[in-house]
Every structure is written in structure tokens, then in C-alpha cells.
């Protein structure tokens, strides 16, 4: 019957779990804690239980002890297939519950899998801590190759147990405990030796001949020196005597054989005999040797130093990365063969680590010939001091190139902000000049110690308009200096130069170069701020130079490199296109205000009215609008207001406006009709003579008896066709909207359309207010709620327009339009036009 798969893994195990104990892969185990400096390791192999093979350290279960399977960490690491490597296996969902980690003897843990010859993982080799910690790519390395060795290990001892095990059966049957004995008659020269004895030497006992000279025949020729050299001294001073050598038998096997004995005294206090026991290393003196291979196959550099600081071993991996052969370090001294050890990290830690017996590790530099980082393990013992390291320069390279690229990234992320600072500054404001010369405060912090910011306008006249000093003591003389040096400045100087070419201009020798070019106070100040060198840097937009930005640097800054230049280059141009947008808005805002107020006449103004008419044009600089106001006389002496605005932004929308309004003028005189008729009329007209506009509009008449005269009052009678509700602001200050019904269809619609008049009587000493959407609207904001914020700004407006008012008005008209008009924009151009017509109702006499 064929095994199943896990049937010949489980096979697999039991062929190698007469490994354990093995001394080998207990030094393997050791060597894992040292190398990774862990408490704990653990050679697993797994079954239908966990079997600890081999174990370092205090860990979960010595050598031999069993263990369910479901228990077990390393079953985890064995069914993943791969490394294992948790910093804290308390959060770890797959390790949590299982008892070593629940009961707080293994927290880190690091487990890399067996694999056998055959494919089948057999086990786990692994590492563990009962505190935190984070296992580095190197230390997986490591347990990686151990892993290797340990599995060669398994499978070396497997085998060598199968090769004699039959040798092993007869020879415990002779004796338990594989110890033989020797009696050395010094007198007589006789050297007697049990049968066990024979048996490690491979000599029967007719074969043997009793004396030292057969002893010696059965030694290696190459251990046969010392071994006589221990005698001697043993017997010389009739003391102990220890020695581990090699035995070769008859048929040529080598064996290792560890002997110790005493010389005993003879009256005279002389030795006369030597008494003593042997017993078989060659199994112990293998696994020494298996560990020796393994250190000489590690990628992992290492070599060992005895407490007189003298190299007594070095792996082939040490002799690579220290550019030394073994036969140059064996022997000597660290402290001679690496003198620039001395003073440095390495001493410092190699010694604390022997001082203390505690393990060290850190990462330090060795200087040329080396000229390598290092990442280093030391750890004392027994032997002397282990030490353990990895050529890391590599990796040192790299993190530094990762950090020259952060730095780099950080400057360009500076110059980066730098160009967003000034864009902002640039577009933040309608006052382009203003934020221009914040320039020089910005290049300063970016890029030297001083600097001065200049204007050259359409007649070519030069402005310094900034200057700004990084220290705060001389900003008083860089703006003195600014003041005069364009008046002290002969033509042929620097910032002259860059003007004219429009080039960057470079001032070498900056104080002497410039105060050659500079008369009076001007030079005097400039050579108290002692520039070392400057920079003219010329502020270009659309063919054309605007101005110039002057840079200059003390001894304490470093000359700008191309990519300084080219972002300062980059800033000044931007400021160009700045000015130059700014030149070209407001050439044509002129442009188009002139054109919007040619469409509008000045009101009529009878004596017992303030009439106060504003227009503002849309911050968008070419866009004439169809926003308009009029006010004017009918035939019977009655005053018609009117606010309106023609829908549109653009040259169409100014012409009809002109057009709406004329016709609406010239209805309201003709007709003489009431607010609600002149609409009425005006729709019928436009609908008649073909006007393609719409518009909103507000037309309030008033109107006075000779009785409402007398009791100081008069009627508001007023149609709304679309538009915003007028304010009224009472004597008393009191602010309200004039209601009086449903705003109507707008203009231009359709003719026939009802209109309806409204009406109210106010006293004399009152104010109306009509606007357009200009003034109140903002996006996001209800209509309502834009309304009520106006009404509230008019309120606080009120009572200086009181205040400055004079005999016949109580209230100063102007000023409440202006007050207004600055609360409502801010000091900014609005996105739409706004026209403005406040009217108070003076007091009358006669």
C-alpha cells in the first residue's frame, strides 16, 4: 500500500527525530540565540506532536519534550511554508490564543520552516522573546541559512544513526557507559587497558602490546607531540593529566578520544604510575566542526577574540569584507591589525561588551583603507568575544541618497510655496502694486539679505516702490536708500542695464561696482549696507519690460546656483504679468466706466430733495453693463425715481439699456402717467418698435398736495416690474423695505401684462433707497437674507449720515450712499455692476 503525502511526511519526521539531542543541532540552537541576540530559540520537529529537537536559552520546553500540535507556534510557521515573523504575537489573530503566548513566554517571535530532502516541512527553527520586538530583513536572513544547516543537520545525524546503528547495539551492549580505563606503570613500563578501551582504540586485547610505544603507534602523528608534552607534565609534577586526541585504528577509521588521569607519587614523591579513564568525542568534535562549516558558508561575517584581544577565528566572510587573510589576523591583536578601531565606536562597545558580559550591537563607520559602514553583534562568552557583522554600506549610500533626495524635495517644495505665495499675493488683491512690492519681503526670506523692488511705467519714469531687509535694525536705511538711489544712479548702472535688455544682471563685488555708479547720501548708504554681491533681475510681461527687482546678498549667503536664478527669473516674470494685467484692467475699466456714465445724465435735483446717484462698474474690466438710475421732472411737478437693469454684460446690453431708458423718459413726460401706466406704455413700446431686451425695473413718482405740504408729508406711488424692493429709512433712523405688493413681470415679456401701483405716505426728513443686485447679492446667500444683511448695513450707516447732515436735510444723503456702497464691497471691485440712487425728502418751508 503507497503512502499517502502527509503519511510520507510523517514518516520523514519520525526518521528524524533520532536527532535529537544531537550536540550539533544544540549549537545550532545557540548559535540562533547569539547571532539574533534573542532569549530563546528552538529546533521543532512536528508530527502528530511537537518534538523539541534542540533548545537554547529559556524557552517554552527543553530538549525531548512533547507538545500537542494545536499548541504549538511553530505549527503555525510550519503550515505557512515560509518565515514567520511577528514583532508582537499577542495582536497577532493566528497566535494570540495558543498557551506560550497567552501565558507571556513568547511575545516576538521569528519561526522559519524545516523543509526536508524530500519537500516535506518536518519542522521549524525558530527564535523568541517574551517582550516586543521588530526582527530586521537580516536576522530573517540568518535564521534562513540556520534553517539550511539545521535540515543538513537532521539529516546528516538521521543518517549516521541508521549507518551505525547496528555498531551502537553491540557496543552498549558491552557497556553502558562507553568509558574505558588505563593503568601506566611508570616502573615497569607495563600500560594496562580494560576492554572497552580496546574498543576505542580498534585493537583486541591479545593485538595490543602493553606499552606506551603501542600507545603511541595507535595516535595521530600529527596530535602524538602534545599528547606526550601533557604526559610529561603531568608526571613531572604528579598532577593531572588531560588530553583530546586523534586514534587511528587498524583499518585506517579516525576517531576522537578525550583522556584524563592523574600521576600518583611513589614514596620519594616521584610518579610511578599514571592512572586514568578515555572515552569517545568524535561525535562532539564533528558537531564542532559541522558549526565551523556553517559559520564558513554564513553571509554573515564573524570572528572571535580571546581575552587578550587576539584573533583565534575568522570565517571566510570576516576575511572578505576586512581585506585580510586568516594567516594575517589569526593571532594578532584587533587593536594593531585595525588601530583606527581605537577611540572609535568598535573599542567602545567591543570592551563594554567584555566589561559587562552583556551583548552589544550598534552600526558604526571604519575609515580607508575599510571605508565601510558596519552593522555589528557582540557577544562575550566562555571562548571570548563573538562578533558578528554585515557590510551595511550599501545601505548607507542609499538612505543618504534618500535623504539628499528629501532635502531636495524640500527645497523644491520651498520654492514651490515660495511660487504660490506670490501668485496668491498676486491675485489676492486688486492693488497689484501693493502686492508687488511685498516681492522684496519674500525673496529675502527665500533667497538673500536685501532687496529693492522698481517700476518703470509707459513714460519711463522709474519708481522704487519696496524695499525690505532681513534684519529688522536696517529696513529704516534700505528704504532711505530706496528713496534716492533712482536720483543718484547714472544711466550706465546695473539696474539701467537689465531694464533696457531686459536680461538678468549679475553684480559681482556688489559695494564697490555699485557705489562707483552712485552719488551723495544714496552711496554713503550703500556702502554702510555692504553688499557682497546683487542681482538685477528685470519683471518682463508680453514683449515688455515693467520693472525690476534688485537682489542683494551679504557675506553670509552663499551666491544664487542656475536654479535659484531660474525660480527668481520665474517670480520677477510673473510680477510682470501682474503689472502689466493690472495696466491693461484698468485701461479698459476706464475705458468702460467711461463709456457707462456717458449713458447716464445727471439727475434732476429740485430744491426740497437730496438726490445722490452712484454707479460702480463689475471688477470684470471690459464688461459695460446694463445696469442704469434716472431721475427726473413730470409736467405737473411731480419727480419720478428710477433703478433698472437691462439682463446682460456686454456692449448690447449698455445699448439697450440706453435704449429702455430713453423711451421710458420720454413715455413719462408725454403721458404724464402714474408709475404702473409708464410701464404699461413702455412694454407696449418695446413690444412695437422691436427692442430685443428685458429688463427689471423700479419706477416710484412723488407726489404732494398742497395739505400733505403743510402737514409735512408726502405720497411714494411706485410699480415693481422684477426688481429688488426700495428701503426706506425713516426719520427716526428706522430702516424698512417699501412692500407695498408683488413685484410684476419684467419688462420686454409681453405687452398687456398687468400693472399695479403702490402707495405710501412718508414724512418729510425720510430717505429712499433704490439698487440693483449688485449690491446684495453673493453666492450661496438667500435673495431675502441679502436684502435684510443690506438693510442692516444702511442702519449702521444712518446715524453719521445724520450727524453730518445740515439745515433744511436731516440726514447727509452722500455720505449714507458712500457708507454703504464701502460696507457692501469691501474696498473691492464687485463681480456685477451697481447703481445706487438715495433720495431724501428735505424739510420744507413756505
Same mark, same amino acid.
Given at each position: 500500500?503507497?503512502?499517502?503525502?502527509?503519511?510520507?511526511?510523517?514518516?520523514?519526521?519520525?526518521?528524524?527525530?533520532?536527532?535529537?539531542?544531537?550536540?550539533?543541532?544544540?549549537?545550532?540552537?545557540?548559535?540562533?540565540?547569539?547571532?539574533?541576540?534573542?532569549?530563546?530559540?528552538?529546533?521543532?520537529?512536528?508530527?502528530?506532536?511537537?518534538?523539541?529537537?534542540?533548545?537554547?536559552?529559556?524557552?517554552?520546553?527543553?530538549?525531548?519534550?512533547?507538545?500537542?500540535?494545536?499548541?504549538?507556534?511553530?505549527?503555525?510557521?510550519?503550515?505557512?511554508?515560509?518565515?514567520?515573523?511577528?514583532?508582537?504575537?499577542?495582536?497577532?489573530?493566528?497566535?494570540?490564543?495558543?498557551?506560550?503566548?497567552?501565558?507571556?513566554?513568547? =511575545?516576538?517571535?521569528?519561526?522559519?520552516?524545516?523543509?526536508?530532502?524530500?519537500?516535506?516541512?518536518?519542522?521549524?527553527?525558530? @527564535?523568541?522573546?517574551?517582550?516586543?520586538?521588530?526582527?530586521?530583513?537580516?536576522?530573517?536572513?540568518?535564521?534562513?541559512?540556520?534553517?539550511?544547516?539545521?535540515?543538513?543537520?537532521? *539529516?546528516?545525524?538521521?543518517?549516521?544513526?541508521?549507518?551505525?546503528?547496528?555498531?551502537?547495539?553491540?557496543?552498549?551492549?558491552?557497556?553502558?557507559?562507553?568509558?574505558?580505563?588505563?593503568?601506566?606503570?611508570?616502573?615497569?613500563?607495563?600500560? /594496562?587497558?580494560?576492554?572497552?578501551?580496546?574498543?576505542?582504540?580498534?585493537?583486541? $586485547?591479545?593485538?595490543?602490546?602493553?606499552?606506551?610505544?603501542?600507545?603511541?603507534?595507535?595516535?595521530?602523528?600529527?596530535?602524538?607531540?602534545?599528547?606526550?608534552?601533557?604526559?610529561?607534565?603531568?608526571?613531572?609534577?604528579?598532577?593531572?593529566?588531560?588530553?583530546?586526541?586523534?586514534?587511528?585504528?587498524?583499518?585506517?577509521?579516525?576517531?576522537?578520544?578525550?583522556?584524563?588521569?592523574?600521576?600518583?607519587?611513589?614514596?620519594?614523591?616521584?610518579?610511578?604510575?599514571?592512572?586514568?579513564?578515555?572515552?569517545?568525542?568524535?561525535?562532539?568534535?564533528?558537531?564542532?566542526?559541522?558549526?565551523?562549516?556553517?559559520?564558513?558558508?554564513?553571509?554573515?561575517?564573524?570572528?572571535?577574540?580571546?581575552?587578550?584581544?587576539?584573533?583565534?577565528? @575568522?570565517?571566510?566572510?570576516?576575511?572578505?569584507?576586512?581585506?585580510?587573510?586568516?594567516?594575517?589576523?589569526?593571532?594578532?591583536?584587533?587593536?594593531?591589525?585595525?588601530?583606527?578601531?581605537?577611540?572609535?565606536?568598535?573599542?567602545?562597545?567591543?570592551?563594554?561588551?567584555?566589561?559587562?558580559?552583556?551583548?552589544?550591537?550598534?552600526?558604526?563607520?571604519?575609515?580607508? &583603507?575599510?571605508?565601510?559602514?558596519?552593522?555589528?553583534?557582540?557577544?562575550?562568552?566562555?571562548?571570548?568575544?563573538?562578533?558578528?557583522?554585515?557590510?551595511?554600506?550599501?545601505?548607507?549610500?542609499?538612505?543618504?541618497?534618500?535623504?539628499?533626495?528629501?532635502?531636495?524635495?524640500?527645497?523644491?517644495?520651498?520654492?514651490?510655496?515660495?511660487?504660490?505665495?506670490?501668485?496668491?499675493?498676486?491675485?489676492?488683491?486688486?492693488?497689484? /502694486?501693493?502686492?508687488?512690492?511685498?516681492?522684496?519681503?519674500?525673496?529675502?526670506?527665500?533667497?538673500?539679505?536685501?532687496?529693492?523692488?522698481?517700476?518703470?511705467?509707459?513714460?519711463?519714469?522709474?519708481?522704487?516702490?519696496?524695499?525690505?531687509?532681513?534684519?529688522?535694525?536696517?529696513?529704516?536705511?534700505?528704504?532711505?536708500?530706496?528713496?534716492?538711489?533712482?536720483?543718484?544712479? !547714472?544711466?550706465?548702472?546695473?539696474?539701467?542695464?537689465?531694464?533696457?535688455?531686459?536680461?538678468?544682471?549679475?553684480?559681482?563685488?556688489?559695494?564697490?561696482?555699485?557705489?562707483?555708479?552712485?552719488?551723495?547720501?544714496?552711496?554713503?548708504?550703500?556702502?554702510?549696507?555692504?553688499?557682497?554681491?546683487?542681482?538685477?533681475?528685470?519683471?518682463?510681461?508680453?514683449?515688455?519690460?515693467?520693472?525690476?527687482?534688485?537682489?542683494?546678498?551679504?557675506?553670509?549667503?552663499?551666491?544664487?546656483? %542656475?536654479?535659484? #536664478?531660474?525660480?527668481?527669473?520665474?517670480?520677477?516674470?510673473?510680477?510682470?504679468?501682474?503689472?502689466?494685467?493690472?495696466?491693461?484692467?484698468?485701461?479698459?475699466?476706464?475705458?468702460?466706466?467711461?463709456?457707462?456714465?456717458?449713458?447716464?445724465?445727471?439727475?434732476? *435735483?429740485?430744491?426740497?430733495?437730496?438726490?445722490?446717484? =452712484?454707479?460702480?462698474?463689475?471688477?470684470?474690466?471690459?464688461?459695460?453693463?446694463?445696469?442704469?438710475?434716472?431721475?427726473?421732472?413730470? $409736467?405737473?411737478?411731480?419727480?419720478?425715481?428710477?433703478?433698472?437693469?437691462?439682463?446682460?454684460?456686454?456692449?448690447?446690453?449698455?445699448? !439697450?439699456?440706453?435704449?429702455?431708458?430713453?423711451?421710458?423718459?420720454?413715455?413719462?413726460?408725454?403721458?404724464?402717467?402714474? $408709475?404702473?401706466?409708464?410701464?404699461?406704455?413702455?412694454?407696449?413700446?418695446?413690444?412695437? #418698435?422691436?427692442?430685443?431686451?428685458?429688463?427689471?425695473?423700479?419706477?416710484?413718482?412723488?407726489?404732494?398736495?398742497?395739505?400733505?405740504?403743510?402737514?409735512?408729508?408726502?405720497?411714494?406711488?411706485?410699480?415693481?416690474?422684477?426688481?429688488?424692493?426700495?428701503?426706506?429709512?425713516?426719520?427716526?433712523?428706522?430702516?424698512?423695505?417699501? =412692500?407695498?405688493?408683488?413685484?410684476?413681470?419684467?419688462?420686454?415679456?409681453?405687452?398687456?401684462?398687468?400693472?399695479?401701483?403702490? *402707495?405710501?405716505?412718508? %414724512?418729510?426728513?425720510?430717505?429712499?433707497?433704490?439698487?440693483?443686485?449688485?449690491?446684495? /447679492?453673493? =453666492?450661496?446667500?438667500?435673495?431675502?437674507?441679502?436684502?435684510?444683511?443690506?438693510?442692516?448695513?444702511?442702519?449702521?450707516?444712518? &446715524?453719521?449720515?445724520?450727524?453730518?447732515?445740515?439745515?433744511?436735510?436731516?440726514?447727509?444723503?452722500?455720505?449714507?450712499?458712500?457708507?454703504?456702497?464701502?460696507?457692501?464691497? !469691501?474696498?473691492?471691485?464687485?463681480?456685477?455692476?451697481?447703481?445706487?440712487?438715495?433720495?431724501?425728502?428735505?424739510?420744507?418751508?413756505?
Amino acid at each position: 500500500m503507497s503512502l499517502t503525502p502527509d503519511d510520507q511526511r510523517a514518516a520523514a519526521v519520525q526518521r528524524l527525530l533520532s536527532s535529537v539531542g544531537n550536540p550539533a543541532l544544540e549549537r545550532l540552537a545557540q548559535l540562533a540565540s547569539r547571532l539574533l541576540a534573542a532569549p530563546a530559540s528552538q529546533v521543532s520537529l512536528l508530527s502528530d506532536v511537537q518534538t523539541v529537537g534542540a533548545a537554547a536559552g529559556s524557552v517554552t520546553g527543553s530538549t525531548g519534550t512533547r507538545s500537542p500540535l494545536s499548541d504549538s507556534v511553530c505549527t503555525v510557521t510550519a503550515e505557512l511554508g515560509s518565515p514567520l515573523v511577528v514583532a508582537d504575537a499577542t495582536a497577532d489573530d493566528r497566535l494570540r490564543d495558543l498557551g506560550a503566548v497567552s501565558d507571556g513566554r513568547v =511575545r516576538a517571535y521569528l519561526g522559519v520552516p524545516l523543509v526536508g530532502k524530500d519537500g516535506h516541512v518536518v519542522g521549524a527553527l525558530c @527564535v523568541f522573546d517574551e517582550q516586543v520586538r521588530a526582527w530586521s530583513t537580516d536576522d530573517v536572513l540568518v535564521l534562513t541559512d540556520l534553517a539550511a544547516s539545521a535540515v543538513a543537520e537532521l *539529516e546528516l545525524s538521521a543518517l549516521s544513526v541508521e549507518y551505525e546503528a547496528d555498531r551502537v547495539r553491540w557496543q552498549l551492549a558491552i557497556t553502558a557507559g562507553g568509558v574505558g580505563s588505563f593503568d601506566w606503570d611508570l616502573q615497569t613500563g607495563l600500560l /594496562e587497558w580494560d576492554d572497552q578501551l580496546h574498543a576505542l582504540f580498534g585493537v583486541a $586485547p591479545g593485538e595490543f602490546a602493553r606499552s606506551i610505544e603501542a600507545f603511541d603507534a595507535l595516535v595521530h602523528p600529527d596530535d602524538r607531540g602534545r599528547v606526550h608534552e601533557a604526559l610529561e607534565d603531568a608526571i613531572a609534577a604528579c598532577s593531572e593529566y588531560t588530553a583530546e586526541y586523534r586514534v587511528v585504528h587498524p583499518d585506517g577509521a579516525t576517531r576522537w578520544v578525550k583522556a584524563r588521569g592523574m600521576a600518583l607519587p611513589g614514596p620519594d614523591g616521584t610518579a610511578v604510575r599514571v592512572l586514568g579513564a578515555a572515552y569517545d568525542t568524535t561525535a562532539e568534535r564533528e558537531a564542532d566542526a559541522r558549526i565551523s562549516r556553517v559559520l564558513e558558508t554564513m553571509t554573515t561575517a564573524f570572528f572571535l577574540l580571546d581575552d587578550a584581544w587576539r584573533f583565534t577565528y @575568522v570565517n571566510a566572510e570576516a576575511e572578505r569584507v576586512l581585506g585580510s587573510t586568516r594567516a594575517e589576523m589569526l593571532g594578532g591583536v584587533i587593536w594593531e591589525l585595525f588601530p583606527l578601531s581605537l577611540g572609535s565606536l568598535f573599542e567602545e562597545h567591543y570592551r563594554g561588551a567584555a566589561e559587562s558580559g552583556e551583548p552589544r550591537a550598534f552600526e558604526a563607520y571604519y575609515p580607508p &583603507p575599510l571605508d565601510g559602514w558596519y552593522e555589528v553583534r557582540a557577544f562575550p562568552g566562555a571562548d571570548g568575544l563573538s562578533v558578528y557583522f554585515h557590510d551595511i554600506s550599501a545601505r548607507r549610500r542609499a538612505e543618504e541618497q534618500r535623504e539628499a533626495a528629501r532635502e531636495a524635495a524640500e527645497v523644491a517644495s520651498e520654492r514651490l510655496a515660495l511660487l504660490a505665495t506670490v501668485s496668491e499675493d498676486l491675485s489676492a488683491t486688486l492693488d497689484t /502694486e501693493y502686492a508687488v512690492g511685498r516681492l522684496a519681503r519674500h525673496l529675502v526670506r527665500g533667497f538673500g539679505s536685501w532687496s529693492v523692488v522698481t517700476l518703470w511705467d509707459d513714460q519711463r519714469h522709474l519708481r522704487d516702490i519696496a524695499g525690505w531687509h532681513a534684519e529688522p535694525r536696517l529696513r529704516p536705511t534700505v528704504a532711505r536708500y530706496a528713496q534716492l538711489r533712482l536720483g543718484a544712479l !547714472a544711466p550706465t548702472s546695473f539696474l539701467h542695464r537689465a531694464l533696457r535688455t531686459g536680461e538678468l544682471v549679475v553684480i559681482p563685488d556688489a559695494t564697490e561696482k555699485i557705489s562707483a555708479v552712485l552719488t551723495g547720501e544714496a552711496r554713503d548708504l550703500l556702502r554702510g549696507l555692504a553688499p557682497r554681491t546683487g542681482y538685477a533681475v528685470p519683471m518682463r510681461a508680453r514683449g515688455r519690460t515693467v520693472g525690476a527687482i534688485t537682489l542683494f546678498l551679504d557675506d553670509g549667503h552663499a551666491d544664487l546656483g %542656475p536654479e535659484d #536664478l531660474a525660480l527668481l527669473m520665474q517670480v520677477a516674470d510673473r510680477a510682470g504679468v501682474a503689472l502689466d494685467n493690472a495696466r491693461l484692467y484698468e485701461s479698459q475699466r476706464r475705458m468702460a466706466e467711461t463709456l457707462q456714465r456717458a449713458l447716464l445724465s445727471a439727475p434732476a *435735483e429740485p430744491d426740497d430733495l437730496d438726490v445722490v446717484v =452712484r454707479y460702480v462698474p463689475a471688477a470684470e474690466a471690459a464688461q459695460v453693463g446694463g445696469d442704469w438710475y434716472d431721475a427726473f421732472l413730470q $409736467p405737473d411737478g411731480s419727480t419720478l425715481l428710477v433703478i433698472g437693469d437691462v439682463m446682460g454684460h456686454d456692449r448690447h446690453a449698455a445699448a !439697450a439699456m440706453s435704449q429702455v431708458r430713453t423711451l421710458l423718459r420720454g413715455i413719462a413726460v408725454t403721458t404724464s402717467g402714474t $408709475p404702473a401706466e409708464v410701464l404699461a406704455g413702455l412694454d407696449t413700446t418695446l413690444e412695437t #418698435l422691436r427692442v430685443d431686451a428685458m429688463a427689471t425695473a423700479l419706477v416710484m413718482r412723488l407726489e404732494q398736495s398742497d395739505e400733505q405740504r403743510a402737514a409735512g408729508v408726502t405720497t411714494l406711488r411706485w410699480t415693481n416690474a422684477g426688481h429688488l424692493p426700495p428701503l426706506l429709512v425713516e426719520p427716526d433712523g428706522t430702516v424698512r423695505e417699501l =412692500r407695498g405688493g408683488t413685484p410684476e413681470l419684467v419688462l420686454g415679456v409681453t405687452s398687456g401684462s398687468p400693472r399695479s401701483d403702490a *402707495e405710501v405716505v412718508v %414724512p418729510r426728513g425720510s430717505t429712499v433707497l433704490l439698487y440693483t443686485d449688485g449690491l446684495v /447679492e453673493r =453666492r450661496g446667500e438667500h435673495l431675502q437674507e441679502s436684502i435684510d444683511r443690506l438693510a442692516g448695513m444702511v442702519a449702521e450707516a444712518v &446715524p453719521a449720515a445724520q450727524a453730518r447732515a445740515t439745515a433744511p436735510a436731516t440726514l447727509d444723503a452722500r455720505h449714507l450712499a458712500d457708507a454703504v456702497l464701502a460696507r457692501a464691497t !469691501a474696498g473691492e471691485a464687485p463681480e456685477d455692476d451697481i447703481a445706487l440712487l438715495a433720495v431724501h425728502l428735505s424739510a420744507q418751508t413756505g
